[in-house]
């Protein structure tokens, strides 16, 4: 799979080409356009793994494209404006935030993470997703990762700290806990910030420019009729 990311940051779309008979499985509703010898399949992982992806608000359902009789092309883009990136697989994967998942390779599996992070996302309603490779051990695989805004990546030597609302994705072999940002709830509401989260290790850090939740509260502000 070769995957080109055009009209970055702001309005990003992958053109991602596959050989004959090579897949790209997809977030539902993230293809734009394909080759007309491309195969489109509704996959599922069960019923059990389906409800964690319902519940995580990823759909229980995701899209599996692949090349027919001859190379093809999918097109594919995230549903808010903003960037994309492609990150290698390495053996112990990536954390990512299920608004960030665009597509994958098909031997590199995302799971939904709940339990504790049920709360790790809370005020930004969004939860977690596991990439790592089919093969345990082997660093093979590609994700699709997309945002709101921009994407940079960031080097956590020793430690960062990241508001939760501007994660995209992180290096699984990072460690974390995640706090208010300012010290007690009071500081939290005056200083307008909310969770962060506290990275600690060697690895990367993958930010969004733009909260989408908080961008989301002002537009609805500025709606008329909004009270």
Known sequence: MDVDVQYRPGHAMAR??????????????AMVGMSTNVAVEATSAGLRQGIKRVVSGEGFFRTTFTAEGAPGEVLLAPALAGDMVVLDMTEAGYFMQST???ASTQDVEVEPRLGGFRSFFASEGAFVLKGVPRESGVAKGQLLVGAFGGIEALQCDGQLVIDTGHLVAWDANLTYSVTRSADGWLQSFMTGEGLACHFRGEGRV???TRNPSEYGRLLGRLLPGAS
């Open 100 to 102: 960030s998942f665009i």
């Open 206 to 208: 993958y930010i969004q």
């Open 16 to 29: 991602v080409s596959l050989a004959e008979g090579e897949s790209v499985v997809a977030h539902s509703g």
